[in-house]
């Protein structure tokens, strides 16, 4: 039976294990042996020592959650590129204009 992980607060599954205890803190978290792992985006703790399905709102929440951390990453990951291409216009001595209209150009080429 699998050791799952709970944030005490959201009644979230967090993580958890199939062997040894799952480290953390019981203040803000409890673990639980459950017959499987819980759908994370359809199932909360109880708060007893068992899951029940998620309220309407608990999953438009978590949907919500999960599409800003994607739009997080995302902008991230467009940092990113953005600095690597400047640093890689900088060493090649290439203005940043020109390398940003030769990159897009590539880009649209794909």
């Known amino acids: ?3 799952c992980l709970f944030d005490r607060n959201t009644g979230l599954f967090v993580s958890g294990t199939r062997f040894d205890d799952v480290p953390h ?3 803000t978290h409890i673990q639980i042996e459950l017959r ?3 759908d994370r ?3 909360r703790w109880d ?3 068992d899951v029940r399905p998620a309220t309407a709102q608990e999953i438009a929440d978590f949907e919500t959650a999960e ?3 994607r739009a997080r990453a995302e902008l991230d990951d467009a940092r990113m590129l953005k600095a690597i ?3 890689v216009a900088g060493k090649l001595s290439i203005p940043p ?3 940003r209209d030769e990159i897009k150009a590539i880009y649209k080429g794909l």
Do not use: H, I, V
């Open 85 to 87: 291409a400047l640093w």
């Open 36 to 38: 499987g792992f819980p």
């Open 97 to 99: 204009a020109q390398a």
């Open 47 to 49: 708060g007893a020592q």
């Open 1 to 3: 039976m699998p050791k």
């Open 25 to 27: 803190d019981p203040a």
């Open 67 to 69: 599409m800003e951390e």
């Open 41 to 43: 985006r359809g199932e």
